[in-house]
C-alpha cells in the first residue's frame, strides 16, 4: 500500500507561484510514475503534469507548459510541481497520483494511489 501526502496549495494572486508537494510513503517500489492531476468545480479530471520516476521524462498538458514544471526528489520519495504565472483558470483541487500505468500518455491513464488533494486558488 502507498500512502500520498500532499502539501503547498493556497491561494494567490494572478502572475504568482506556488510550489506543491507529494511524499510518498510505503511499498513504492513497484511506482514507475507519479503526477499531478486537478479538477475544477463543475469539470472534469484533467491530467497536468506527470514524471517517469526511474528516469527523466515528464509530460505536460498543454494548457500549463512553460509555466509548471515537475520534479523528483528520489531519496525523499518526493515530487514537486512548480507553478508559475499562475492564472485564474488554474484554480482547482490538485491531486497527486502514483502508479504504473502501461501505454500511452500517462496524464490519460487511471493511477492506482492518490493523495487527499490541496486546493489552488487564483484570482484575478
Known amino acids: 500500500q502507498v500512502q500520498l501526502v500532499e502539501s503547498g496549495g493556497g491561494s494567490v494572486q494572478a502572475g504568482g507561484s506556488l510550489r506543491l508537494s507529494c511524499a510518498a510513503y510505503?511499498?513504492?517500489?513497484?511506482?514507475?510514475?507519479m503526477g499531478w492531476f486537478r479538477q475544477a468545480p463543475g469539470k472534469e479530471r484533467e491530467g497536468v503534469a506527470a514524471i517517469y520516476t526511474a528516469g527523466v521524462r515528464t509530460y505536460y498538458a498543454d494548457s500549463v507548459k512553460g509555466r509548471f514544471t515537475i520534479s523528483q526528489d528520489n531519496h525523499k520519495n518526493t515530487v514537486y510541481l512548480q507553478m508559475n504565472s499562475l492564472k485564474p483558470e488554474d484554480t482547482a483541487m490538485y491531486y497527486c497520483?502514483?502508479?504504473?500505468?502501461?501505454?500511452?500518455?500517462?496524464?490519460?491513464?487511471?493511477?492506482?494511489?492518490w493523495g487527499p488533494g490541496t486546493q489552488v486558488t487564483v484570482s484575478s
Open positions: 510505503g511499498y513504492t517500489y513497484n511506482i514507475n510514475y
Open positions: 497520483a502514483a502508479g504504473s500505468p502501461t501505454g500511452g500518455n500517462p496524464l490519460e491513464a487511471d493511477f492506482a494511489y
